[in-house]
């Protein structure tokens, strides 16, 4: 069931934060030193002091900094005492999950300020996402030489297959986020200029039919990033508008592919093992259900969706277009810079880069609200849609946000 | 009732691989046939589940050829290969690697049989093949 309608507008971000490392920068900061400093200026920006935050929530242990108990770590280092200390799970969308649940806690009342943050670093390994076999099974998996690219590529050509979408409409979606990625400060692929759909086809096979440049990069360096979040009625006069949490939603339905493949079903996402099906579907309609939005009402959105084919295929999940529409829908311009859907103007993990627990999708949806996406901005964006993505398809996350002011 | 660890329920259906023979779970409940890693039956969550031999054959349901890339020297020794769901008989979509005289023909709906090998660092692992096509009546010349 989709949350309670009262949740929507009951709870907005007052602050936001990125601390970032570059790979040409000297030194190797921990992912903790980077979360303490984008909690730093989160807190600043939110003009709120330490003894004021009632909860630390970050999503699970950085992939750089793989411990028990890292949110300890973290409260440690910030030197605060709040209520109520939490990892929130779900792979990589815990960190679309830990602000749904700040948005709960402010709302019922049990804390007035939640500070959500989480951060990971690479410095050095893979260039691209070619070789990663991290999110398989090792037991029942790896024996067999999967990598992340086979497991999205399976459900790829499974796509192909039902539906007739191609490797050329696979090719727009990293044309469309690499033209937002090169107005982007920050983002991994910038320096490479405009992507066309010929390179796309001409790079390399990873695993068929995804290319090479069908996958995301990992970032080079390292970004954390921080939220304050708290009751609305809280949120004040500031000199940025407040970022209202207007709808929300988030489902879990597996740890390995395999497995889950091999359930007869779970209601009601799919009755019968279905590849092209994922929970972002539910999470998508429950967030819409809270705020009573409809997939046409949005005016931005920001994936953080590794592959090509699989963020098309979130299109069709998140209501922008039907099942199987994805290819002509970004074959027409869709997604285009220009003409289309203002889809990861951040460039997305395409052309910004990948690193695991990322919250810079949603501020970079915060900054577009708040005007602030220099060089990118949208105009007038008042509605938008966040989509956070973890495991091997397995946890989806959506939240919708609207310019507190608007 | 079953009171055993994955590792160890795993560990079971890899011996029954190396005797051979592709085990799966079946439910003694509903009957319904599981993945060899499952604990619980997911439908009744009831743990009494029993080994059976799979019939070892089937279609894909999809599959990747994986080129260029590969996460350990073994296997990029080893590439191209494919890998794949496949739709068993009996109705459990199973990953695994699927073996072709002609990788590049390997396609959806295609019919496999289980061809249990080794795999690139000597392990006994549940493979299929692509079935051979009857050779067809002859045609009009």
Redesign the interface.
Known sequence: MAASPALSGASAIIGSSMAVHRSDQQGAPTPLELIVDAARGALAEAGVDRSSIGAVLTAPPPAAQNVPQFCDLVVNELKVAPHYVAQVGSSCAGVLGSVQVAAQMVASGAVDYVLCCSGDTNHGGDKFQTASAVIGDPMCEAPFGITAPAIYAQMASRYMFEHGVTSEQFARVAVANRDWAVDHPLARMRSKGPLTVEQVLASPIVARPLHLFDCAPWFRGGIAGAVVVTRTELAGDRAEPPVTILGMGQRTTHVYLNERMGLAGIAPYFSEPDLLVTGTGAAADDAYQMCGLRPEDIQLIESSGPFTSFLMRTLEELGVCGRGEGGEFVAEGGIDRDKGLAFNTYGGMLSFGQLAQPMYPLIEAIDQLQGKASGRQVPGVETALVHGHGGPMSSQAVVILGRGDA | MDHRD??TV?GE?WKGIAEGRLLLRRCQVCR?V?????LRC??CLDGELEWEQSVGSGRI???????????TDE?RA?LP?C???VHLDEG??????IHSDDIDSVH?GQRVHLSIRR??VG?L?P?FTTDEVPAGPPGPS
């Open positions: 994955t590792e795993v259906y319904i599981l993945h060899p890693r499952r997911p439908d349901y999809s599959f990747t050829v994986l080129e260029n890339w590969a996460p296997l080893a290969y890998l794949g769901i459990l979509h199973f990953f695994t690697r959806i795999n690139e392990a692992v493979a």
